[in-house]
């Protein structure tokens, strides 16, 4: 299958440079790159002119079309037109050998599928479980002989009985799933969810959508958006042998007060998408977690080093669930 890679960056020459360094090594090469670069400043292209690498192609887009969604529509808008497959990495991923090999290998030998997702290896913190040893249902996820330990907020919801029905990558009807993924098992697992720092989709979806405007500059959940809505044309899966690392360059970030309120208000945004006329159990559901989760930010302001990151992240946070009341994100 003939596919295009496309790596959206802002301000990160560097990452992009490992992350292309990575795919040059790869058993199965792309047959097009396209980085679409929405910096301020020339380094990007600067450092890709150092270096030689086949199959790039370089965009550097103004101010008319920066920002992660429309980065990524307006390299949609440049692939081959013989290309089959558009995969998306992050710009801040290093793959490893296989990564190519196997999401093509998922799209040749599923029909019905029509999104394919890798897991992030650095950040995988499941481990086999100790047949002799007790877990706690309400500090531990079991899963296929694995174990997760869970963080605060979900050892929380899990006592107040506001944990997720279902399994990792599904979204219940009151939003709010599980993201602690899957165990490296070798299989192939059915999600409603990919995660944007890697993910890849059939090229003819792209004829029938494309990543919402909704989502400006930094985009938070714009990949989740995607992911719901490609549900209607197939399968989203997560292949757990399509590995790479995630190092979350906080280079172009936003500051975590807008962070916060992002949070809120596209995380109401897509759960809307999911569930656009929720019962009242889905709709207290959704604020209580919502809540929930922005008083543990609070509390861990008291906790930290870094006091005032947690504090304006949760005052973003408080902030983005009153101006629901006031002002809702509008859909479509």
């Not at 709709?283 to 809540?291: C, D, E, H, K, S």
């Amino acid at each position: 299958m003939h596919f295009s890679v496309i790596i959206c960056t802002y301000m990160r020459p560097e990452s992009v440079l490992q992350l292309l360094q990575s795919i040059q090594k790869q058993s199965l090469y792309p047959n097009e790159i396209l980085i679409v670069d929405g910096s301020i400043n020339n380094n990007t292209d600067l450092i890709l002119k150092e270096n030689n690498f086949k199959q790039l192609k370089y965009f550097k887009v103004s101010d008319d079309n920066r920002g992660l969604t429309k980065q990524r529509n307006f390299g949609i808008s440049k692939i081959a037109s013989d290309s089959e497959v558009v995969c998306f990495l992050d710009d801040d991923t290093i793959l490893e050998l296989d990564y190519f090999a196997e999401i093509i290998k998922t799209f040749e030998d599923n029909d019905d599928v029509g999104g394919v997702g890798g897991v992030a290896i650095n950040e995988n913190k499941w481990k086999l479980q100790d047949k002799n040893q007790y877990y706690n249902s309400k500090k531990f996820y079991l899963f296929e002989g694995y174990f997760y330990k869970e963080g605060l907020r979900n050892v929380a919801r899990n006592y107040l009985g506001l944990a997720s029905n279902l399994g990792p990558g599904k979204m219940p009807l009151y939003s709010h799933g599980r993201t602690c993924g899957f165990p490296l098992t070798g299989k192939i697992y059915e999600v409603d969810l990919l995660i944007g720092m890697s993910m890849a989709f059939r090229k003819n979806i792209f004829e029938k959508i494309k990543f919402s405007k909704f989502f400006e500059g930094y985009g938070l959940y714009e990949d989740a958006d995607f992911s719901l809505r490609a549900l209607q044309f197939g399968k989203n899966v997560i292949n757990t042998n399509a590995k790479l690392s995630h190092f979350h360059d906080p280079a172009g970030r936003p500051n975590l007060y807008k962070y916060g309120k992002m949070v809120v208000r596209n995380g109401w945004y897509v759960w809307r998408i999911k569930n656009p006329k929720p019962n009242f159990k889905d709709r207290f559901n959704w604020n209580a977690i919502t809540v929930l989760l922005t008083i543990i930010r609070f509390t861990n302001a008291l906790t930290e080093k870094n006091k005032k990151a947690p504090m304006s992240e949760a005052i973003g946070r408080a902030i983005g669930w009153w101006s629901l009341f006031l002002n809702k994100p509008r859909q479509g």
